[in-house]
Each structure stands twice: as C-alpha cells, then as structure tokens.
C-alpha cells in the first residue's frame, strides 16, 4: 500500500512539474527583450520571486491533487480536470512570453482561475485539506491576473 501512495505521488509531482518546466522554457526563452521593454506596475514583483513562489506552489499543488485521489475518491473526472488546468497554467506563459499576446493570456488567466475554483470545490467535498493547500494558488493566480490586465492597460 504504501509503495502505491509513493508511485502516485511520484506521478502526479512528474506530470505537475512537467508542466513547471514547459513553461519555465518557454519564459526564459521568449521573455527578453520583450518583457523588459513593457511599461509595469509597481507592484510587479522582481524576478526572482517568481521562481520560488511558483516552485511551492506547483509542489501544493501537487500534494492537493495526490491527497484527494488518496481520500479513496478514485474519480478520474477530477484527475482530468487538474490536468486540464495543468494546461491552461502552461499555456499562460506560452501565449504571454512566446506569442506576447497580452490580451490572450488574460483570457487564459480568466479560464485558469475558473478551473482552479472548480478543482476547489470539488476538493472541499473530498478532502478539506487539499482545498486549503489550493488557497495560496488561487491568491497567486489572482494577483496574476490583476498583474496581467495591469500590464495590458499600461502598455
């Protein structure tokens, strides 16, 4: 039994990360010079804070996920839908640093946070826990989203 509680663990942090790292690559290779030349908002962190904030999250992330599919609540359905969410956080940073498309990424931005919300209420009815480890997440993308439309108006 707890081999299976490891190797599940092991998949969903590969599949999570995996994810992380797409959009890692696509950052640091499309973000310059075009991110340096854009106009932000104060409150726009630095750059170093971006990695590891998102590390912790992609890791709570992660552990919410493997926890409600530990909760002996198999369903695949909410599996799916954390892998589609995957895909949506990934083609964030695809559509705003690769394609530099403000206004997209906004929309994606808008659909991350809905499927976040979405996994949220599932999770509550599943496992409290995994809802709280998803909170932090859910303020981060916010403030994306602020940080994104902000960064589209200015610009």
């Not at 299976?4 to 310059?32: D, H, M, P, Q, R």
């Not at 010079?33 to 590390?55: A, C, E, I, Q, R």
């Not at 493997?66 to 083609?91: A, C, D, E, G, P």
């Not at 659909?111 to 826990?129: D, P, S, V, W």
Request: proline share 4%; net charge positive; glycine share 2%.
């Amino acid at each position: 039994m707890l081999k299976n509680k490891i190797l599940s663990f092991l998949l969903f942090l590969i599949v999570t990360f995996s994810a992380s790292f797409i959009g890692a690559f696509a950052t640091i290779n499309y973000k310059e010079p075009w991110y340096s030349l854009l106009t932000k908002p104060s409150f726009n962190p630095p750059d170093w804070v971006f990695g590891p904030v998102w590390t912790m999250l992609y890791l709570l992330m992660t552990i919410a996920i493997w926890k409600v599919w530990q909760s002996n609540f198999r369903n695949i359905n909410i599996v799916y839908i954390y892998f589609i969410h995957l895909f949506f956080n990934t083609m964030w940073s695809i559509v705003f640093f690769v394609f530099h498309n403000i206004l997209l990424a906004l929309f994606v931005l808008i659909i991350l946070i809905g499927l976040i919300l979405y996994l949220m209420m599932q999770y509550r009815k599943i496992n409290l826990i995994s809802f709280y480890l998803m909170i932090p997440y859910l303020a981060w993308c916010i403030f994306a989203l602020v940080l994104n439309f902000s960064i589209l108006i200015i610009n």
